[in-house]
């Protein structure tokens, strides 16, 4: 069983402990790797300041986004993530509480994978990670992280 890496970008501490239990798996070796702000998330992908170490930063095979942000907000960071030619093979799902028809439209533009609205109810938040997990793992082929 490979491990795979995802990297949440969110700035709420109980979204981020909701997201790690909801998507907890015995059957896939899983790490969560966090970043709580926009700007810190690209010295995490870019390996820069804190993060050069590739121990503390190894590449994501998925990213959850979420758009509301301090500093470089979601909709930045998607921008950049996806005009990077080294960054944009990695799947970004949108994780957000905005149903607002522009920001979906906008982060469908700039590349975003998915685009999800959590759920308010926990039970129904877990099933769409599971399912989100189960997609992303388990039926869809993603790339090979390079060395």
Known sequence: MSTRHILLIEDSDEDVTAMVRGMHRKDLDVVFNRCMTGDQALDYLYQRGRYSDVTRAPRPNLILLDLNLPG??????????????????IPVVVLTTSNNPQDIATCYRRGANSYQIKPVDYARFRQSLQTMIDYWFQTATLPDTPD
């Not at 470089?72 to 093979?89: F, N, Q």
């Open 72 to 89: 470089t907000d979601g909709r930045s960071l998607l921008a950049v993530i996806k005009d990077d030619e080294e960054l944009k093979s």
